[in-house]
């Protein structure tokens, strides 16, 4: 057995200096020092020795494997000294090589068009506010002088959560949560998200739109004339021409729809305005007194106007979009143009 350990010893030895790499030190391993390796197997034959030889070959067998044991880990150091080396090279750096420029995005349309649309009507005074998208019927509907009845309210038309709660269909909510925890003068605009179920050249289930509200003693219907002029003209150039037709809605008395003069033809008529010479922008209109109400004002001591557009209706214009669907399909060939 003496004679068994020396080989041992010699051949683990042998074996080691040829190695190169980890995973032929690892293999190498396990031959001698595994539970079937051959360190293992002479280790397990000391039970055949007698009395007076068993400690002199279990001190020789320990000192084999103790030798064998500092030779591995001698060997396994310089295989891992050796792989950080070639990592590190690997992935050196020539610090003198030019730098390379990093890509930097940019901004979305949309996000372009709301930042234009608020610089704009920043520079009149109002201010940004804020509100939930997922809204109660109460503040969608209720207090802004919805009947039960409207269409607007009904499935195919506004995407309901519970039979309360809904994902907001315009932006208009903000309007009376603001003023229930604001007195006048109120001066905000409302930029945010709305969901609605629709989609074709023109709509889209998720669309942006920028409500309008100012509220203060004695504002008259000129004052929305004027408001929206100069905003139409700081937007689509000062050439614009507006025009108000006669329209509905359930939170605005008197209301209108808003047009101005087609940004391809000039208002000469073309394909774009359907030969009308005009582009429709947003709708507008006299706070509705119901609505004052909701929100606890006196409709004897202040009256106000709202306006809404959608902000991918005034992107198109702005920048000649033929269908909004192309704003949301992620064509970088498409977005690259901005």
Request: charged content about 25%.
């Given at each position: ?10 051949d683990?030895l ?37 009395d007076?030889?068993?400690?002199v070959?279990?001190?020789?067998a ?5 030798h ?8 396994g150091?310089r295989?891992n ?28 349309p ?10 704009i ?7 940004v506010?804020?509100?939930p ?25 506004t ?6 709660v809904?994902?907001?269909?315009h932006?208009?909510?903000?309007q ?11 001066r ?8 609605r179920?629709?989609?074709d050249?023109s709509?889209?289930?998720?669309f ?12 008259t219907f ?11 003209r ?10 108000f ?13 808003v047009d ?6 000039s208002g000469?008529g073309?394909r ?7 582009l429709?922008i947003?709708?507008a209109?006299?706070?509705?007194p119901?609505?004052?109400?909701y ?8 009256t ?7 902000v ?6 702005s ?5 909004i669907?192309?704003?949301y399909?992620?064509?970088?060939r ?5």
């Amino acid at each position: 057995m003496r004679e068994e350990l020396k080989r041992i010893e010699a051949d683990a030895l042998a074996e080691l200096s040829a190695v190169t790499n980890s995973a032929d030190l690892e293999e190498l391993r396990i031959k001698f020092f595994g539970r079937k390796g051959l360190l293992s197997t002479v280790m397990r034959g000391m039970g055949t020795l007698t009395d007076a030889e068993r400690p002199v070959i279990g001190k020789l067998a320990n000192e084999v494997r103790q030798h064998l044991t500092n030779a591995f880990e001698e060997v396994g150091e310089r295989l891992n000294r050796q792989d950080r080396e070639k990592q590190l090279a690997a992935e050196a750096i020539d610090i003198t090589l030019p730098g390379r420029r990093p890509q930097l995005g940019k901004k979305h349309p949309i996000t372009q068009t709301i930042d234009h649309i608020q610089q704009i009507f920043g520079g009149m005074g109002f201010q940004v506010a804020d509100g939930p998208e997922i809204e109660h019927e109460y503040y969608n509907f209720d207090a802004l002088n919805t009947p039960v009845d409207h269409p607007a309210r009904d499935l195919q038309d506004t995407l309901y959560i519970t039979d309360e709660v809904l994902l907001r269909t315009h932006t208009s909510p903000v309007q009376v949560r603001f003023m229930e925890k604001h007195k006048p003068p109120i001066r905000i605009i409302v930029p945010g998200k709305a969901y609605r179920l629709d989609y074709d050249v023109s709509h889209t289930p998720t669309f942006h739109q920028v409500e309008g509200l100012l509220v203060d003693q004695h504002v008259t219907f000129s004052e929305l004339k004027g408001v929206l002029q100069s905003f139409a003209r700081q937007m689509f150039g000062d050439q614009t021409a507006m025009r108000f037709r006669p329209h509905f809605f359930p939170f605005t008395e008197p209301s209108a729809e808003v047009d101005i003069s087609c940004t391809v033809c000039s208002g000469k008529g073309c394909r774009t305005c359907s030969g009308t010479g005009w582009l429709e922008i947003l709708g507008a209109g006299a706070v509705d007194p119901n609505v004052f109400e909701y929100a606890n004002y006196s409709p004897n001591e202040v009256t106000g106007f709202a306006f809404g557009m959608g902000v991918e209706r005034i992107a198109s214009i702005s920048y000649g979009i033929p269908d909004i669907r192309a704003l949301y399909e992620n064509d970088l060939r498409f977005l690259r143009q901005f």
